[in-house]
């Protein structure tokens, strides 16, 4: 009787580990059959021009969603720039829209750094305090609104390079994005450089929402 028990469960383990060998290269597939779908999933998030580029279309297109997700400040520094315009919510757009139509931003350079990169970029857009000051002056406000916005999307407008720098932190669904205030002020054409001493007496104190921005970044 023992011996019988004793054969049992040594036909028992020969057939264990012929199950195991037969599972074993199932289990491999799998793993490769998930992996290789993830490794390309994170060589595509983790990708700095394709991150560069879509920052640069979520700003152009105000994607809130992208930029409230990915970036630290710019929501609140955006936001600022498109109430402080006009309480008009289409006069707010034509002004935001016409405002980043000729933004550019390259890559310079980039470094490794820990949990991500830290990345140089030249940035090129216009002034649009600059823009606005040589618009000619009318009593018609609907005409200034106008001009103005002409001016702003206009291709051959003069427009302001500046390098700045941003910092990419890696997350499993690509990078999260700190902007430094050369950054912000860059994507401005350097209009954030008129916030300390900016005429509160100018043609219109409503088109030029510097001071507010500017405590903006402070604040966060």
């Known amino acids: 009787m023992a011996k019988k028990a004793k054969k049992a469960r040594r036909n028992y383990h020969k ?3 012929k199950r195991s060998l037969f599972i074993f290269p199932y289990v491999i597939m799998a793993l490769i059959i998930i992996g290789i779908p993830f490794c390309i999933y994170q060589i595509y998030v983790s990708n700095v021009n394709r991150t560069v580029d879509s920052l640069e279309t979520a700003i152009k297109t105000y994607d809130t969603e992208y930029i409230e997700e990915k970036t630290d400040r710019l929501p609140i520094i955006l936001d600022v720039l498109r109430t402080s315009y006009s309480d008009d919510g289409q006069k707010q757009k034509d002004f935001y829209d016409n405002n980043f139509e000729n933004l550019q931003i390259e890559i310079e350079n980039q470094e490794k750094r820990p949990h991500g990169k830290e990345v140089k970029l030249k940035i090129t857009n216009v002034n649009y305090i600059d823009v606005y000051e040589k618009i000619d002056d009318s009593e018609d406000d609907e005409k200034i609104h106008a001009d103005y916005m002409a001016a702003l999307s206009d291709p051959n407008q003069e427009r302001n390079t500046r390098e700045a720098t941003i910092f990419l932190n890696r997350k499993l669904n690509g ?20 916030a300390d001493d900016f005429d509160k007496d100018s043609k219109d104190s409503s088109a030029q929402p510097t001071d507010t921005m500017n405590d903006a970044i402070k604040n966060n």
């Open 175 to 194: 990078y999260s994005i700190s902007e430094s205030r050369d950054f912000i002020n860059a994507i401005l054409g350097g209009a954030l450089e008129y």
């Open 15 to 17: 057939r264990s580990k």
